[in-house]
């Protein structure tokens, strides 16, 4: 075997692995099967994500060509409500085997979604992946079963809250950062 092949089979090798390693997570994310729901959130900071929370988007890249970079970033705040996802067999097309689902009260067409169906329940679905020190994965996707209007938000959970990027469902698939506060009841 020459060294040329032998490098090429290295260099093929680190690819196959870092896309390995890029990928896993967002299947582990995505998939499965609700026998193991129960165990990530016994294992993990999930059962802290119970509850109502202050959410903030920053819109760092838009999603139409009306938004001009002089006004980005823009940030759009509001509230969610989440709660532990106990029929495992709840799937939904753009998350299996969610671990919370919930609802939001955000205004997402300053973000230029589309119009919003006055008549359709403002959901959202939520998975925890436990991770290594306290640092547990967070996928949520908000309006599941709503194409067009859909946003995937992942981060990292931790006791104090949530923090990630976020991309919207549209042509231009704009997004930005999130972040995750528990809400402060006055």
């Known amino acids: 075997m020459s060294i040329h092949t032998s490098a090429t089979r290295s260099a093929r090798s ?3 692995t870092i896309v390995t390693l890029c990928v896993l997570p967002i299947l582990l994310a995505c998939s499965g099967d ?23 988007l920053q819109l760092e890249r838009p999603m139409s060509l009306r938004t001009t970079a002089a006004e980005l970033p823009h940030h759009v705040t509001g509230s969610v409500a989440l709660l532990e996802d106990r029929q495992a067999e709840r799937s ?4 299996k085997d969610p671990t919370h689902i919930g609802v939001y009260d955000i205004a997402l067409d300053s973000l230029e979604l589309p119009p919003w169906d006055a008549g359709v329940v403002p959901g959202l679905a939520a998975r925890v992946v436990p ?39 549209s042509p231009l698939g704009g997004g930005g950062t999130f972040t995750l506060r528990h809400h402060k009841v006055e």
């Open 34 to 56: 609700g026998r193991h729901q129960r165990a990530a959130i016994d294992s993990s900071h999930a059962g802290l994500l119970t509850g109502t929370w202050d959410i903030t």
């Open 131 to 169: 991770g290594e020190s306290g640092r547990d994965s967070i996928y949520i996707v908000v309006n599941p079963e709503t194409p067009g209007h859909m946003l995937r938000l992942s981060g990292v959970l931790a006791a104090d809250g949530a923090k990630g990027v976020w991309v919207a469902e």
């Open 14 to 16: 680190a690819r196959v």
């Open 92 to 95: 939904f097309a753009a998350m």
